[in-house]
């Protein structure tokens, strides 16, 4: 049988969940991967949804998983800032030895 819409949206939902913990773990190289399969989930998405709709009590569920992968975006990117900064520095002191 072949996945309905929604689930889709539970697939990318529970992908975030496991690059939110993959970050709780600073196991950056796995947040890497989880979002790999975030972007193949969406593109699937994306080519389905243009065929077909959610049913009314759907988009209800819908609007929560996305309220929820909203909400693990924004951890994500509250524990990836330090992260960022850390390889932002790295680069600035690589740049300072290419010159």
Known sequence: MSPMLIDYYKAIEDSSRKMLDAAKDEDWEQ???????????????????????????QRTEKTRIMQ??????????YLAEPWLTHCEQ?????RQFLH
Not at 38 to 55: P, T, W, Y
Not at 72 to 77: E, G, L, T, V, W
Request: with cysteine; net charge negative; hydrophobic share 40%.
């Open 31 to 57: 947040v890497v991967r989880f979002e790999g399969a975030c972007a193949v989930l969406i593109e699937q998405l994306r080519a389905r949804g243009n065929s077909e709709q959610l049913l009314p009590e």
């Open 68 to 77: 929820r992968i909203l909400h693990n975006d924004a951890q994500i990117r």
């Open 90 to 94: 790295q680069l600035d002191g690589q």
